[in-house]
């Protein structure tokens, strides 16, 4: 019988709204890997928090958008070597894409992590908030 165990280094609370709120956390069920994280105040109704991994993520967001998906999160880069966007489903379900980076190749120590960005509001996690709030 498999047993869950959180990641507790995964366990990341959301330290800009600084409500106890989790935004990343991980338990591990046999050898799958379940991904879990608070809904925040404000924010619809989601069924699911899909992620996939995709070779043309601005061709699948023209698609998604086609078939009436709400852009929450546009193609942007991330770290660790990927890129991320994000789009709703007409069923409420939240997509998220991960893609292959672009070389860019940061001197050592200087690749930015997954709360930066080169301008404020313009981060992974403030693009979900901002893109969930609007839909809600």
């Known amino acids: 019988m ?4 959180e990641r507790g280094e995964a366990r990341t609370p959301d330290f800009y709204a600084g409500d106890g709120t989790l935004i990343h956390a ?8 379940l991904m879990v ?6 924010w619809p109704f989601t069924p699911a928090l899909t992620q996939v991994y995709v ?10 958008v086609e078939r009436g998906a709400t852009v929450v999160t546009p193609v ?8 991320i966007s994000r789009f709703l489903d007409p ?6 894409l991960f893609f292959p980076a672009a070389e860019t190749n940061p ?4 690749e930015p992590g ?4 080169a301008e404020p509001g313009t981060d992974p996690f403030s693009s979900l908030d901002g893109g969930l709030l609007v839909t809600a």
């Open 107 to 110: 001197a050592a120590g200087e």
């Open 76 to 83: 942007s880069p991330f770290y660790g070597g990927y890129g």
């Open 26 to 33: 991980e338990a591990k069920i046999g050898n799958s890997l």
């Open 2 to 5: 498999a047993y869950a165990n």
């Open 37 to 42: 994280a608070d809904r925040k105040a404000g």
């Open 55 to 64: 070779a043309g993520p601005e061709e699948t967001m023209r698609r998604a």
């Open 114 to 117: 997954w709360e930066e960005s």
């Open 91 to 96: 069923w409420h379900n939240l997509w998220w």
